[in-house]
């Protein structure tokens, strides 16, 4: 599994405690799009998922995927590990602890939850529902072949830093877009990926 690395900004459960700090904070839910022009998109039917933001103990390393080129949402893309709630989930929370076995092997009694961040709103409809997390213990992940072709993680100083985050446009569907970028290396760590942590960024620098 290759890795970027970083000195940590902290160490120990230093990290922890910011991001139980920036999960306190209230802040209205995100989108992938504006709300004026795009209002019909914010109406029902919406599909709620769940995404795990999971953060190593050692280090406060991010795990994350590379969606494999034949799944049929955003293949190729960056993406926190999760995925929309099927019928046998009782909530969001259940729903990002299963998709995060089933993708990368990531068993659900090594994870803290913490808290969770406002939804986010996707232009392909989805109601996301960001977890914040931490694992415990020795971790190597598992990707499944026909989810996730990598499994990669980014340095805690990356992604919960705001001044790494930079807008970039591009079209959807003949509509030009901002969207929010903060590639490190050979990762393009962009879209709805990238919006919800830079909003855990935010909190944190405030």
């Known amino acids: 599994m290759p890795a970027l690395s970083s000195r940590p900004a902290l160490s120990g459960e230093a990290f922890a405690d910011r991001l139980r700090a920036a999960v306190a904070h209230t802040t209205p839910p995100s989108s992938d799009y504006d709300p ?25 390393r991010l795990f994350l995927t590379k969606r494999a080129a034949t799944m049929r949402h ?20 259940a ?35 960001p977890l914040i997390a931490i694992i415990r213990g020795p971790f190597t992940p598992l990707p499944e072949p026909g989810e996730v072709a ?31 970028v903060a590639p490190l290396g050979p990762y393009y760590l962009w879209g709805a990926t990238a919006r919800i942590l830079m909003g855990l960024a935010e909190r944190l620098r405030s």
């Open 74 to 93: 955003h293949p190729g893309q960056i993406a926190l590990p999760g995925g929309k709630v099927d019928p046998g989930d009782p909530d969001v929370t």
């Open 95 to 129: 729903a990002a602890l299963r998709e995060a076995h089933e993708e990368i092997g990531l068993h659900a009694d090594q994870v803290e939850v913490i808290g969770t961040l406002p939804v986010h709103h996707t232009v392909t409809r989805f109601r996301i529902t």
């Open 36 to 60: 004026e022009r795009d209002r019909d998109l914010y109406q029902p039917p919406l599909r709620d998922a769940g995404v795990l933001a999971a953060f190593h103990e050692d280090d406060g």
């Open 150 to 180: 990598e499994v990669f993680t980014l340095p805690f100083a990356h992604v919960t830093d705001a001044a790494n985050y930079r807008l970039e446009r591009r079209d959807w569907q003949g509509t030009p877009r901002a969207y929010p």
